[in-house]
């Protein structure tokens, strides 16, 4: 539109609002017309011409935009900036009319005329110039040509093969430049992109990317897949854009009517963005009853790295809030955006998402992140540090440029991180008092809930229900938080010593406890409730966890009480000492899974139950005071569970547990609350789930007077990083080496791999006394290479 024209709309519109009554009324249709008035029967056509006329319209206290039936197609993202706030008695509110289904896309519809190719693929030519990277036909986003192909069955990039990039494999594609290679971290920990440049002389293909983690490390050699290669066409639902002769190739499915189908393409990377500062923020701006769909992908710019998290982030998202103050995106639908669903950046208050749908995003669901400046003293990587006298020792923010204040309620999540695995349903970064309560979360490639940090704390999660996670990666839970803050060292007794001389450092920037409560879980391949690294100052009570147990791993100040852990425990790991963690009143289904654990187990270990189905009397928790060496007063029994096998874990009237402190919470406020929500939503499985079956011999053995074995289970691969269940764990050093400690884990040994101990042995056979050994290894997470004098 131009600016006269657009002048000439705003003439009309304050001409006929002078008319209106206090409270304005817009209207807008795909139909209309920017040169209308707005009224109900001449609407506008165009948001943009809506934003205009209701930035003159608000001397008229609030008005409300209303959007009719139909698809708007924009042309630019709607920014909205200070200019655009309503206020507390006069809010902007930019709704769906009743019972109209409303769609803001980020794409454009293709006319297309259709032409066989060959093998049931059709061809047509598109607009010279169309670049997209998702195609969508009737609604639904189609599968970008890949190998392998796309199977629902496979968790991991619903499809997964070594040889995706072999040279025997690229000597089919003609030319693969403008592909992609997606692989999942060596250990799990996410995923990693790469951009197809071409190939060499020797017919290798060559790539640029992988910096979507912030835990560097070569792809995985297995879970990774190409896409957006010609040749890889060869699926029902698979497309490819040749941009050169602007020619559009589609496999259409079985039964589709091409003739009649709406074809999308994809351009805009944000729809809605609120643009404003802490000093001039837009204020009290609503959006509710609309779905938002058809965003571009971003994972080859997700690259800021964020505090010693695992994760690189792209800071936007189809609806992006940053500066914004009591906004609300309500009963809404995020449906296949091709990167984050909601962004709330930097400096941000009150702005709430209520009663949404969040389907199938890239990327993560709702997102809160803050400005690296508000952080005193931050670190970005692992493995970095600085000494203690260049630690700023103030608690808290430096700046208020962060989320604060904010609420995720009454939400279902499902299906996020489509194409970016370091992702979640709801994610919490430098951000302060953030509230998740009564969402749905589930079918995640990683955390359905992740607080990435300890800055600054005051966030509750609670009534939430998350399960089916970690689905297509390792080492995590349901509800995941990592705490390596400013005070922070890989190496737990270089902690020890800090904290004991400071007692103040833990606590500088998680200020505020954090509490988890009230809510179910489930994760069948990780943790129910994962606090690991450093994660300090929590407060963990009345949850239902269903399969993955509790997981501590170092950090100060959690107290986790009046829990259920089903058909699992609780899972301290290499604790620091005094912690002052507390464990009590919780009902267990096992004994303890400690790791690496101090003497003295926290503040207090007690008054805890031990679940044994079928005990005729209670008796002392023998196992459990054995693992914590406390426990006096905890007993074991049959909890007298009401009706386990449908999801009521109340305990009975008179079950020994009652007597023991612990006291029922309710089981049947879980998740999505909203009608129209909770109709959909699936709920999780009561079964008990398949046991973790010990495939490694977990037997010590004497290696060159050194102690050793094999690292087994998810929980030490988890404690030692390693990637996998692989290496061989030192438990005692071998005799006059200092090079070598107790709990390295032994990888390679003069350049051969060690997996297990029989390859340990099988490396060194027939070394003798005096011989020199380079043994790579891995301590508090890092590797290195230490020289081993054999005896």
Not at 4 to 28: G, M, N, Y
Not at 674 to 679: D, G, Q, V
Request: contains cysteine; hydrophobic residues 35%.
């Amino acid at each position: 539109m131009t600016k006269k024209r657009l002048e000439c709309v705003t003439f009309l519109l304050l001409v006929f609002l002078a008319v209106l009554s206090p409270a304005s009324e817009l209207h807008i249709s795909p139909a209309g017309d920017d040169n209308n008035p707005g009224t109900a029967d001449k609407p506008l056509q165009s948001l943009a011409a809506a934003q205009k006329a209701a930035r003159a319209a608000k001397a008229h206290d609030a008005v409300t935009i209303v959007l009719h039936g139909g698809t708007y197609y924009l042309p630019e993202t709607l920014v909205l900036t200070s200019e655009d706030s309503g206020t507390k008695q006069g809010p902007v509110t930019w709704r769906a009319a009743d019972g109209e289904a409303v769609v803001v896309s980020g794409g454009v519809k293709l006319d297309l005329t259709w032409e066989k190719y060959r093998d049931g693929i059709m061809q047509a030519h598109v607009p010279a110039g169309l670049e997209t990277d998702q195609l969508f036909v009737n609604g639904q986003r189609q599968i970008l040509a890949r190998y392998p192909n796309y199977d629902p069955g496979i968790d991991a990039f619903n499809g997964y093969a070594a040889d995706c990039i072999s040279p025997q494999r690229a000597a089919r594609w003609a030319d693969p430049t403008g592909g992609f290679m997606h692989a999942m971290h060596p250990a799990l920990w996410g995923g990693f992109s790469y951009r197809i440049t071409g190939k060499d002389a020797q017919g290798n293909i060559t790539l640029e990317g992988g910096w979507q983690g912030n835990r560097p490390a070569q792809p995985h050699k297995q879970y990774r897949y190409v896409e957006n290669i010609f040749e890889e066409l060869d699926a029902p639902g698979e497309w490819f854009l040749n941009t050169k002769s602007a020619t559009l190739f589609f496999y259409p499915p079985a039964g589709l009517d091409l003739a009649k189908a709406t074809v999308e393409a994809v351009r805009l990377r944000h729809l809605i963005e609120f643009r404003g500062t802490e000093q001039s923020p837009v204020k009290w701006v609503n959006f509710r009853g609309i779905t938002f769909r058809q965003t571009a992908r971003t994972f080859m710019e997700t690259r800021e790295p964020l505090l010693r998290s695992d994760w690189t982030i792209y800071r936007g998202g189809a609806v992006f809030f940053n500066g914004a103050e009591d906004c609300t995106l309500e009963d809404s639908f995020l449906d296949q955006v091709g990167g984050n669903a909601v962004f709330v950046s930097n400096y941000n208050r009150r702005v709430t998402v209520r009663g949404c749908r969040i389907g199938q995003a890239g990327a993560g669901g709702v997102m809160f992140v803050g400005d690296p400046n508000a952080v005193r003293s931050p670190l970005f990587r692992y493995d970095q540090r600085q000494s203690l006298d260049k630690i700023d020792r103030k608690p808290g923010p430096l700046t208020g440029n962060y989320p604060a204040d904010c609420r995720v309620e009454d939400c279902l999540i499902t299906q996020a991180g489509r194409v970016e695995k370091q992702a979640t349903g709801v994610g919490m970064d430098m951000a302060e008092r953030i509230t998740v309560s009564h969402c749905s979360i589930y079918d995640m490639p990683r955390a359905g809930i992740n607080i990435g940090d300890g800055c600054w704390g005051g966030h509750v999660i609670e009534f939430c229900d998350v399960f089916d996670t970690v689905k297509e990666t390792g080492d995590h839970g349901s509800v995941n938080s990592w705490g390596r803050d400013r005070y922070w060292l890989p190496n737990i007794k270089e902690v020890d010593k800090l904290v004991a001389a400071n007692p103040d450092l833990p606590l500088l920037d998680a200020v505020e406890p954090n509490t988890i409560r009230n809510s179910r879980w489930r994760c069948d391949h990780g943790w129910d409730i994962d606090l690991d690294d450093g994660s300090s100052n929590y407060h963990i009570y009345n949850n239902l966890c269903l399969h993955g147990g509790i997981k501590n791993r170092e950090g100060f100040g959690r107290v986790v009480e009046n829990n259920i852990m089903v058909n699992n425990s609780f899972h301290p790991h290499v604790w620091f000492d005094n912690s002052g963690d507390v464990f009590v009143r919780n009902i267990v289904f096992g004994p303890y899974q400690p790791i690496g654990m101090p003497k003295t187990w926290g503040k207090e270990v007690d008054y805890n139950f031990r679940h044994k189905s079928g005990a005729e009397s209670a008796s002392p928790a023998a196992e459990l005071q054995k693992a914590s060496r406390q426990d006096e007063h905890s007993i074991a029994a049959d909890a007298m569970f009401e009706e386990p096998t449908s999801g009521d874990f109340h305990v009975k009237d008179g079950s020994p547990a009652l007597a023991l402190g612990f006291k029922n919470f309710p089981m049947d406020e879980f998740g999505v609350q909203k009608p129209s929500l909770k109709a959909i939503a699936r709920t999780p499985s009561f079964a008990a789930g398949q046991e973790h079956v010990l495939k490694r011999d977990p037997t010590p053995r004497t290696w060159l007077g050194a102690k050793v074995r094999n690292i087994v289970g998810q929980g030490e691969m988890s404690a030692y990083g390693t990637p996998g269940e692989t290496g061989v764990l030192v438990l005692s050093p071998p005799p006059g080496n200092s090079d070598i400690s107790k709990d390295d884990v032994i990888l390679s040994v003069d350049g051969k791999k060690i997996h297990t101990v029989a390859d340990l042995f099988a490396a060194t056979k027939g070394v003798k006394p005096g011989q020199e050994l380079n043994v790579r290894i891995l301590r508090t997470q890092h590797e290195s290479t230490v020289v081993l004098h054999a005896e």
